[in-house]
């Protein structure tokens, strides 16, 4: 047989092959159950259930880190102190003053060590309207998960999976999830425990 013959063949058998492995399946209309979702959300009976009603006006910025990618809110809109340059003109030195605070009283650093942590960890005085990465590169405000994801791998890889963090809306496409900092403030990350509600089994009178 001729080279491009067995060719022929070898294709026509594997295309019978792969329409019966789906057939056992039943899943003939479908190559797997992502296209069959992605089509079926469009129009499911009548009904189309994309999560983009639940999103609402949200604004938001696109992540892609490997072979996932989905959507975040934007952060700047929601900074009331940003653009940053419009007081960090000028080299930090000439804005601070010996024991003055004229600036962001309202931020305590709560973080880790001193040592290994201040401001200039993350903030960059000659270039404020970004954030900085420890090789002194500049990351977007908007994907300051990559900043945290330097020192919190394991919480970064299973944010991109969806086992750290929430879903804005539904598993349907449009998938958006909760960035870092929507839960964790950056100068004071950790999440404080609280009491679980309790029910009231022991008859003693609640206050008033
Ligand atoms: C209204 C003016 C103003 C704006 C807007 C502003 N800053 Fe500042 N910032 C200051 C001043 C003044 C200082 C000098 C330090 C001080 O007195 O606290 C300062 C200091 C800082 C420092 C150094 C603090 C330290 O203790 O070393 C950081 C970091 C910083 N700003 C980050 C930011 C970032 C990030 C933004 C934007 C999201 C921003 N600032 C927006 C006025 C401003
Ligand atoms: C671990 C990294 C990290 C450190 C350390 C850090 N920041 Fe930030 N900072 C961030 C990130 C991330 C944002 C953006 C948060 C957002 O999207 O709301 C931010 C936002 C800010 C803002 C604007 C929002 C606001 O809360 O006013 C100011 C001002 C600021 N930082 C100042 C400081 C100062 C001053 C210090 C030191 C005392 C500091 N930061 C230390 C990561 C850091
Ligand atoms: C330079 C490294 C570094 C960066 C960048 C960083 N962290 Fe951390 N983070 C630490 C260290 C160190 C601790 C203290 C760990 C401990 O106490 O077990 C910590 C503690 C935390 C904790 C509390 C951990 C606990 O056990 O409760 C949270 C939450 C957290 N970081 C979130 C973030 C987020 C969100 C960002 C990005 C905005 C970020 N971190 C950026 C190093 C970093
Ligand atoms: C929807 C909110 C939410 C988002 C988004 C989120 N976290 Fe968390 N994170 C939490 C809560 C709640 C805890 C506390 C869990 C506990 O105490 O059991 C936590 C715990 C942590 C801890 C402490 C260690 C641990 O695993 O318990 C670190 C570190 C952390 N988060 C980092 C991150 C980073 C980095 C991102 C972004 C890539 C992120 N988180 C996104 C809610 C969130």
Not at 24 to 30: I, M, V
Request: proline share 3%.
């Amino acid at each position: 047989m001729k080279k491009a013959t067995v060719y022929i063949v070898l294709t026509a058998v594997l295309s019978m092959l792969m329409t019966i492995s789906c057939n056992q399946h039943h899943e003939a209309e479908y190559h797997s159950l992502k296209d069959k979702i992605e089509v079926e959300s469009i129009d499911f009976n009548g009904v189309s259930i994309t999560s983009e009603q639940y999103i609402g006006d949200i604004t938001t910025v696109e992540v892609k880190e490997g072979v996932h990618s989905f959507l975040i809110p934007e952060r700047k809109g929601q900074i009331t102190s940003f653009p940053c340059v419009e007081c960090h003109t000028e080299p930090l030195q000439d804005l601070q003053e010996e024991g003055k605070k004229k600036a962001h009283w309202d931020i305590q650093l709560i973080h880790a060590d001193e040592e290994i942590m201040n401001c200039a960890t993350c903030h960059n005085g000659s270039n404020m309207n970004s954030l900085q990465s420890l090789a002194k590169g500049a990351i977007d405000i908007n994907h300051s998960y990559k900043l945290c994801a330097q020192c919190h791998s394991d919480q970064f890889k299973d944010w991109q999976g969806g086992a750290h963090g929430k879903n804005i809306g539904g598993w349907t496409e449009p998938r958006v999830v909760m960035t870092c900092v929507n839960c964790h403030n950056p100068h004071q990350p950790k999440i404080q425990s609280r009491w679980p509600s309790r029910f009231n089994t022991q008859k003693v009178k609640e206050r008033e």
